[in-house]
């Protein structure tokens, strides 16, 4: 290919998507290349926006990345709809987390009290309160906590409206898969396609997901940590909506959830399998997501199965993403974003489109696994 753009995103998720957006509407010029975007982890994905329900208590630097990024998100999804015509899909009713026995109560209301103490909105219902909200809900649950500033989306739609965005701000796709990374005196200068080709770019962005750190030609000093966490998630169809908001528990030892959407769908998951780069869908796994979401919301066993799914999340050794410019010039990162990446987009977006915001820039560059300084860029 004989042009050369200002800014290269390798990987057509939701990350390297919304990233191409913004720097088109920047006036840059953008490619993304991709042999099948929009068909990995965004595909799979549930699309809950929910720093406040999943906070930990080792995580508050992710949780400061979370709510930037929930900030930006009813900005975004309205410019993102505008632009391309499309419904995302957007809901911000809250999520309602939920528990069964005195750990689990207690548990929330541990938590409950750090979110307080960071001074966020949660509120601590009784399991009666709880099935007001939600009647669908299993009669043995004792107690909850209502996150009413966690929002959701369907990723499906939010993908297919970058998609259309990204081509009327004159971005360009190229369905291809990289080969490896083109470099001259020690910098990055684009891209070789599986295809034979090639394509030059000002700066490279690499948005590949799980399979980020593994791009051939990456340069050993700017490799990134990033493995595939494996997740199975099922879609059920229901002839009319049986939950208004997100719904999470701990059943088994482990985290389940249900989302609505607008048409009745209600997804079911997810499963977190350290396996590599397996994609294959269960029968352990789907047993367990039902199993679980019985617990909380019995009707569930009732619906249509709509499709079953395994994707691969982008995990790091410390849960953050890798978000800015590498060691080495010309290269910059836009991965490892694991179970957040619908959420982290908007601000991921704007961090590699520019932005200044030197905390939030720390808290999530790739420099922090590498060992010497970025290098001017020439």
């Given at each position: 290919m004989a042009d050369h753009f200002h800014l290269l995103v390798v990987g057509g998720g939701v990350i390297g998507l919304s990233v191409a957006w913004r720097a088109a509407g920047r006036g840059l010029k953008v490619a993304v290349a991709d042999p099948a975007p929009a068909s990995g982890a965004s595909h799979a994905a549930?699309?809950?926006?929910?720093?406040?329900?999943?906070?930990?208590?080792?995580?508050?630097?992710?949780?400061?990345?979370?709510?930037?990024?929930?900030?930006?998100?009813?900005?975004?999804?309205?410019?993102?709809?505008?632009?391309?015509?499309?419904?995302?899909?957007?809901?911000?009713?809250?999520t309602l987390d939920v528990a069964f026995g005195s750990d689990d109560l207690a548990a929330l209301d541990d938590l409950a009290a750090f979110v307080a103490k960071l001074?966020?909105?949660?509120?601590?219902?009784?399991?009666?309160?709880?099935?007001?909200?939600?009647?669908?809900?299993a009669p043995a649950v004792r107690g909850g906590m209502l996150a009413g500033g966690d929002a959701w989306v369907d990723p499906r739609k939010v993908t297919g409206a970058l998609l259309t965005a990204l081509e009327r701000a004159g971005g360009t796709l190229v369905r291809a898969r990289v080969a490896g990374l083109l470099t001259a005196a020690g910098a990055v200068t684009g891209v070789r396609l599986a295809t034979g080709e090639s394509v030059g770019a000002e700066r490279v962005v690499l948005a590949a997901g799980a399979w980020s750190g593994s791009l051939p030609g990456m340069p050993p000093e700017a490799l990134p940590p990033v493995r595939p966490v494996k997740g199975q998630i099922m879609r059920l169809r229901s002839p009319a909506p049986i939950l208004r908001r997100c719904v999470r528990g701990v059943v088994h030892g482990s985290n389940v959830y249900l989302v609505p959407r607008g048409d009745g769908e209600v997804v079911l998951g997810a499963t977190q399998e350290e396996m590599g780069f397996d994609t294959r869908v269960t029968a352990g796994g789907l047993w367990e997501l039902l199993r679980d979401?019985?617990?909380?919301?019995?009707?569930?066993?009732?619906?249509?199965?709509?499709?079953?799914?395994?994707?691969?999340?982008?995990?790091t050794p410390d849960n953050l993403p890798l978000v800015g410019p590498t060691i080495v010039p010309g290269l910059h990162m836009a991965t490892g974003h694991h179970r957040g990446g619908v959420l982290l987009a908007p601000l991921t977006a704007d961090l590699c489109s520019g932005e200044s915001d030197p905390e939030l820039s720390s808290i999530c560059s790739p420099l922090r696994f590498q060992e010497h300084p970025p290098q001017e860029l020439s």
């Open positions: 549930a699309g809950m926006l929910a720093p406040v329900s999943e906070v930990t208590y080792t995580e508050e630097p992710l949780l400061r990345l979370g709510l930037a990024s929930l900030e930006r998100w009813p900005a975004f999804a309205a410019e993102l709809a505008d632009a391309s015509g499309h419904d995302l899909d957007h809901r911000a009713d809250g001074g966020l909105s949660a509120e601590r219902l009784t399991g009666r309160e709880c099935r007001r909200l939600e009647p669908m809900l979401a019985r617990e909380l919301v019995p009707g569930v066993t009732e619906l249509e199965v709509a499709e079953v799914v395994a994707g691969l999340r982008p995990g």
